[in-house]
């Protein structure tokens, strides 16, 4: 079985969107007291956006099931206020829960987090239980700047986050290190504050004895990990400086990176340097490039071809990247694949 | 000949940060004028500091001329005012001039520029005026977030820099894209910072026509690019998808890419994606990382040992990335070299 890790609903129905943009010009009506409204989709609307993007997808790159959350982009925690925030989180987890329904051999539910800048968790803490024990979710994307590119947060590592772990130990899930749309020009958001942000997570967790207050607590870094295998050498080396563990040592239970490096050259590096245990097969599909490389003549983002062009692994080294890894980092996954055809 | 384009003076004497303290600290006396003030250092101060550190290890090394500037964490632009950063810039150019004096074989002079964030360039357009034509300086480290990890300013595409780059234009010299400490918690300086600030211009150079109104304005992003060799096929395919110019084309004659990348698989890496003509040594030493790599017994910042155990490269590939590129990057190192012994 081979399992993504990361997969956002980009391809939602226009309706989506158009209830986002009315909530947002609510936000400049002071006379408008703020309410959660409807998000109208009818369940063929949602066959329709999937059948012809994901599913193709999934059918043409022979991979069977998707870890699945909202549009990573759109979650613009920086937009409104705590209300705007959880409205739109329970919403687009809500169309989540829907996908799940509608194709359960196909898509597993991760929940978007209701942040905002400033505010404290009480509401992600919330929104997390729900998702996990009502609509049957298996982990969160957790954004590390909530206010969108200006890094005003706290560090990961900062007691600030504390109240949302417990709960993430609790419920026995991990979370995606995520940001979402930049509104700082400075940063491209996919192109930039992606990778920013996750080069920066790695560079706190190193720095910091988050994983020995919990030591069950596991993060996905997307994006192939921002910079860090790149660099793996100055990590090292900035760890032994700082008398910190050695980096073998803080990922092994606790960190862990996917494979959305869209070429054969940077998979090769990530899987020779980055131990086995800690890399989650991912294409970030349908996402941040769509168009086809014409070195290749193959997507961008087919990175199942890369790691199957990858000589030097075994079989087992393949399952443990397509399927265990996955299967260990979110324990909750294999009740669901059980029941599955594909399980 | 060995050129190393990136060295700092990270082990000035203590006398530069005794003057910088006294600096900072007549910033909270209301009552007290900023004068320029002086740096007390001798010349044999000088020669204490670098026979032990950058001497040495260039001796040890087998590299021959050090492209120096002065310790880039220290710039820290967004202390204080105009005028404190215009005293603190020339006080450590002077130094930077001092030093190349006395090992005209070994050191040949980059800038630091006094920016302050939100301030015009006028100050940094006549500090590199004064630094290339007086001082014989060849190049620039431009800082792309002056308010040190607030990113506050315009993009490096902004017409906001363009004062600055005719200057660079008129007087044929490079700028390394160069960020200093980090004042936001969340980034780490030579973990996050500096790695996520190459990785920001990168994208922001792929996303505008800049090199269109300067065809020959050259930067150098350093630290190995940033994210940018590892995710190689990311920013093809993004370039793809928003219909810019392939990244060859992008960076044939304007950006290129240093070596500072602390492992070998890093280096090979590097080598194998982005063209040779677009590499240039170069190893931060004495840097980021001093440590030695219990793997190899060697220090991580030894990037020529990385270099030279690629096998892939022809001594005409090395000649180029060792030396060629450097003066074709830094033209006005020809003129410098071409008097001293080892040119």
């Known amino acids: 079985m081979i399992i993504d890790c990361h997969g956002h609903y980009t391809t939602a129905p226009k309706e989506l969107q158009v209830y986002r943009d009315a909530q ?8 408008r007291a703020a309410s959660k409204g409807t998000v109208n989709i ?3 609307q949602i066959r329709d956006s999937l059948e012809k993007a994901q599913l193709k997808l999934q059918r043409e790159r022979g991979t069977d099931v998707t870890i699945f959350s909202p549009r990573a982009s759109a979650m ?3 937009i409104g206020d705590a209300t705007t925030s959880l409205h739109w989180s329970q919403h687009c987890n809500d169309l989540i829960a829907r996908v799940c329904a509608l194709y359960p051999d196909n898509f597993v539910g991760v929940c978007q987090l209701p942040q905002t800048p400033g505010e404290p968790l009480a509401n992600c803490v919330a929104e997390l239980e729900r998702c996990v024990t009502g609509l049957g979710f298996i982990g969160c994307n957790l954004n590390p700047d909530p206010s969108g590119g200006h890094w005003t947060a706290p560090p990961l590592t900062d007691r600030y986050w504390y109240p949302f772990y417990e709960k993430m130990v609790d419920l026995d899930v991990p979370a995606m290190v995520h940001v979402s749309a930049s509104c700082n020009p400075n940063f491209h958001a996919t192109g930039a504050h992606y990778i920013n942000a996750d080069t920066t997570a790695f560079m706190q967790f190193l720095a910091a004895d988050l ?3 919990f030591p069950t607590l596991r993060f996905i870094i997307p994006h192939g990990g921002g ?3 790149y660099h793996w050498g100055r990590y090292r080396g900035l760890a032994q400086d700082m008398k910190r563990p050695p980096l073998d040592e803080l990922v092994r239970n606790n960190v862990f990176f996917d494979t959305c490096v869209y070429h054969l050259a940077g998979i090769e590096l990530l899987l020779k340097i980055v131990p086995l245990g800690n890399i989650l097969f991912g294409s970030e599909m349908v996402g941040a490039v769509r168009g086809i490389d014409p070195e290749t003549g193959q997507f961008f983002d087919d990175t199942k071809r890369y ?7 075994s079989p087992e080294d393949k399952q443990q990247i397509f399927e265990g890894n996955a299967r260990k980092v979110y324990p909750r996954i294999n009740r669901l694949l059980k029941g599955r055809s594909g399980g």
Chains 1, 2 share one sequence.
């Open 24 to 31: 947002i010009a609510g936000l400049t009506d002071p006379l």
């Open 76 to 78: 613009a925690h920086h």
């Open 42 to 44: 009818s369940d063929d």
């Open 307 to 313: 790691v199957d062009a990858v000589a030097t692994l």
């Open 211 to 213: 994983f020995k207050d």
């Open 227 to 229: 910079a860090v295998p």
